[in-house]
């Protein structure tokens, strides 16, 4: 089955540090492009995060620049963000989303998420 | 950076159509994703390159974008319709990569 499957997510204090992981299965994970997108509690999607597949290009939405770092580990088929300096508009459930190219990029699959609150 | 202007709200009667707008400028030269989300569950890609579905999408949802505006259309609307739906575009370029998202839109079917 394919999938996507987000861990690592929970409370933390602001300033504080965490790291999610998002495991795959299911499909060729070496050979696509995979990003981190968020939503906050009753808002929109955001873009956080995307990595190429062979970490040749990594970018970032401007919000995170600095404070995050997104990673990958081919042979395990999994993409990992580390956020540090957390803020309380961090709060979201991030989500891991593969990507495909036709002209356009678009999210394709996505796993179900893993909640990031930070409060003091 | 483009800002994509979705209604906040569209309403709807089973059977009926759906037509959810996506608007910036010369949207019409950029391809269009669209997503659709039910409570408590990720986002499903519906719509995408404008008009393609995915496998496994029904026929009743379908795409157009020229100009300055993209619509997701939804014909003979089901109850299990009911969701937030997200246009996308990507705002790609050679030094960065830059994915937008619409505001999105509620379906409320009646």
Request: proline share 4%; net charge neutral; aromatic share 12%.
């Amino acid at each position: 089955e394919v999938q996507l499957v987000e861990s690592g997510g929970g409370l933390v204090k602001p300033g504080g540090s965490l790291r999610l992981s998002c495991a795959t299965s299911g499909f060729t994970f070496s050979v696509y492009n995979m990003n981190w997108v968020r939503q906050a509690p009753g808002k929109g999607l955001e873009w956080v995060s995307s990595i190429s597949t062979m970490n040749s290009y990594i970018y970032y939405a401007d919000s995170v620049k600095g404070r995050f770092t997104i990673s990958r580990d081919n042979a395990k088929k999994s993409v990992y963000l580390q956020m540090n300096s957390l803020r309380a508009e961090d709060t979201a459930i991030y989500f891991c989303a593969r990507v495909k190219y036709s002209g356009s990029y678009y999210f394709d699959l996505w796993g179900l998420g893993t909640l990031v609150t930070v409060s003091s | 950076s483009y800002v994509l202007t979705q209604p906040p709200s569209v309403s709807v009667a089973p059977g009926q159509t759906a037509r959810i707008t996506c608007g910036t400028s010369n949207i019409g030269n950029k391809g269009v994703h669209w997503y659709q989300q039910k409570p408590g569950q990720a986002p499903l890609l519906v719509v995408y390159d404008d008009g393609d579905r995915p496998s496994g999408i029904p026929e009743r949802f379908s795409g157009s974008n020229s100009g300055d505006t993209a619509t997701l259309t939804i014909s003979r609307v089901e109850a299990g319709d009911e969701a937030d739906y997200y246009c996308q575009v990507w705002g790609g370029g050679n030094d960065r990569l830059n994915f937008v998202f619409g505001s999105g839109t509620k379906v409320t079917v009646l």
